[in-house]
Each structure stands twice: as structure tokens, then as C-alpha cells.
């Protein structure tokens, strides 16, 4: 803001002296007294907003533009870090035991960040690793997606991500029902057993005295 971004982004430094005679007369360029005053008080500003850890790695900058450029340095080695990580991450995601809502948000946040740091996955290496997460129960639709994909068809990850959705309710009807079954069958066995008391008469009381 306010111009500053020319004294860190390709910097037009003015000449210090403008001639030999300048240099051994000591007469300073006044634009560059000018340029240098202006670039002390950035440097001092930029300076202050740095965290300690950082700026271990600048006391060898004497300029706002020597700063700026090892902080964009700094930070890109992070940002290359950063999405290793996320990639590998990518690779190796499972659903386990989460629901599909949760393991699919999660590689879509992954995906969402890995484009923000400019290093953006493609539409069918998003699905790859969708798919490539889930467990055997899946295996079906997999197949599905795996002979439509083959007929260079497409398939966007938001209507792969309903399909899994549409699976993992079936398969919980599923379980419901399998669950249900049994009790059903216990119940009905329960009120099906006769009283075995009822099958004897109870001995009763004579009223005669002795």
C-alpha cells in the first residue's frame, strides 16, 4: 500500500553517486538519500512485525527489499512442506471408522487448501483418491464409477461424493434391518411360550375341619 511495494518488489534503487567525482566528493544522490530514508522506516516497520524465530534469519538484511525477499523464501519452503504433507496425506487417507460426511469433507478441505497454495489436485486424481479411501463394503459402487470413468465419461467429485452418500445409507438400512430381524424373531418367541404354570391345577384348600 502506498507505493511501499516498490521498495521490496523489484526495487529501482537510485545510483548513490552519480559520478566518480560525486563518489570521491562523498555528495550523495539527493534521490537516493531520499529512497534511503523512506526504505530505513519500512525496514524498521517490517521489522517489528516479524516473529522472533524469523527474524534470527534477517541480521544479515540492511534493506526492506533483502527482508521481504528472504521472508518469501521462507515461507514458500513452508508452503512446499505444507503440501507434501497434505498430498501424502491424500494418498494414504482411509475412511475407517468415520462416517462418509466426515472423509469427504476432509479431502475436500485437503483439496480446497492444496489449490489456495498454488498447487492445485485435478478433478479425476480427487476422485482417485476418494475412492481409493474406501472400504470393501464399497466395493460395488467402485466398480460402477471404475466402468463408467472408462467410457471417458465424466464424473465431477460432487456427484461421486452422493453416490457414496446414497451407499452408506443403504448400507445402514441394511444393517438396521439385520439388527431389527433378530429382535423381532426373539420377541415372537417370547410371547409365543405357553405358561407351564397354567398346565397344573393349583392345589386348593380344603374348608373341612378336622
Known amino acids: 500500500a502506498h507505493g511501499l511495494e516498490r521498495f521490496v518488489v523489484n526495487p529501482k534503487i537510485p545510483l548513490k553517486f552519480l559520478t566518480a567525482e560525486d563518489r570521491d566528493a562523498n555528495a550523495i544522490n539527493p534521490e537516493y538519500t531520499a529512497w534511503d530514508r523512506k526504505d530505513s522506516l519500512l525496514f524498521s516497520w517490517l521489522l517489528t512485525t516479524l516473529f522472533e524465530s524469523i527474524q534470527a534469519r ?70 482417485v483418491c476418494i475412492l481409493g479411501g474406501l472400504p470393501p463394503e464399497y466395493d460395488s459402487l467402485i466398480s460402477t464409477v471404475i466402468a463408467f470413468v472408462s467410457r471417458d465419461d465424466i464424473l465431477s467429485p460432487a456427484e461421486l461424493e452422493n453416490m ?47
Open 58 to 127: 534477517i541480521v544479515f538484511c540492511r534493506h526492506s527489499y533483502q527482508i521481504w525477499d528472504l521472508v518469501f523464501q521462507h515461507f514458500q519452503s513452508l508452503t512446499k512442506i505444507k503440501a507434501t504433507q497434505l498430498r501424502l496425506e491424500l494418498r494414504t487417507m482411509k475412511k475407517g471408522t468415520r462416517s462418509c460426511s466426515d472423509y469427504l469433507l476432509r479431502i475436500s478441505t485437503i483439496i480446497e487448501t492444496l489449490a489456495l497454495i498454488g498447487s492445485p489436485v485435478s478433478t479425476r486424481k480427487h476422485a
Open 164 to 210: 457414496i452418500l446414497a451407499q452408506e445409507a443403504r448400507l445402514e438400512q441394511a444393517k438396521a434391518v439385520v439388527i431389527q430381524d433378530p429382535l423381532s424373531i426373539n420377541l415372537a418367541q417370547t410371547t409365543s411360550v405357553p405358561n407351564v404354570h397354567l398346565a397344573f391345577q393349583q392345589p386348593q384348600m380344603s374348608n373341612s375341619q378336622p
